[in-house]
């Protein structure tokens, strides 16, 4: 039986996984700026989605952790905020994005966008049956309004306050801040997939991928 072979596209609106060299060739034909590569393992072609050839730092958390890269967008032109999410485990790297255009929302701004990532990768975790997930920001109130460091100043923090403290009796929820902009490789994903989520977003993503 002959081996399988994956190709792993990586771009600005693409990155995916193919198990064939005709699926690959069709989705990145028209497309610029997009790096592809094919593989033996799988793992291999997750690590490079991951960008961890271009030197990036390999982080292989416990098999009960998660480590998520939150970040968030807004788009005045367009009226949304959106999130994006970069899910590390010992299997291999997930990501995630959606977007919103709730009234109220809107005026965070991106904030709306970051605490939507945060809640969402608890969630996914949950749900997945992870013991413990930390989570990557770069915003403060990540993490201040949730342990009271910071006063909630509005209904929406408040209920994101309120919602991240209820979770952190079903999961233990650990919080690390990451400085925005200083070339941190998975940060920059989840920013870049936020961005790329204010236009081709569509919505919330199913908790079940």
């Known amino acids: 039986m002959a081996k399988k072979k994956y190709y792993a596209v990586r771009g600005e609106h693409l990155q995916q996984i193919f198990e064939s060299w005709d699926a690959c060739k069709a989705a990145i034909t028209g497309q610029k700026g997009v790096q592809y590569k094919g593989f033996w393992e799988y793992a291999a072609a997750e ?9 990036a730092a390999q982080i292989l ?4 952790t998660v ?7 807004y ?6 905020y959106a999130f994006g999410c970069v899910l590390i485990t010992a299997e291999g ?3 995630f994005s959606g977007n919103g255009d709730n ?14 990532g945060a809640m969402f990768a608890v969630r996914w975790a949950l749900r997945k049956g992870y013991a413990q997930i930390e989570l990557r920001y770069d915003y403060e109130g990540i993490e201040k309004w949730v342990s009271g460091a910071w006063k909630t100043k509005t209904a929406l923090t408040a209920q994101y306050a309120a919602y991240m403290r209820n979770m952190s009796g079903k999961i ?3 919080f690390r801040k990451v400085a925005a902009h200083t070339n941190d490789h998975y940060n920059d994903a989840a920013d ?13 993503p199913d908790i079940n991928q």
Not at 67 to 73: E, K, L
Not at 107 to 115: H, I, W
């Open 47 to 55: 690590r490079f989605l991951a960008g961890e050839e271009d030197g």
């Open 61 to 64: 958390p416990p098999a009960d």
């Open 67 to 73: 480590i998520a890269y939150v970040d968030g967008s």
């Open 75 to 80: 788009s005045g032109a367009v009226q949304k």
């Open 93 to 95: 790297t997930q990501r």
């Open 103 to 116: 009234p109220q929302s809107l005026q965070l701004r991106n904030v709306a966008g970051e605490m939507l």
């Open 172 to 174: 233990q929820i650990r």
């Open 192 to 204: 870049a997939l936020a961005k790329d989520a204010l236009i081709h977003g569509n919505g919330i």
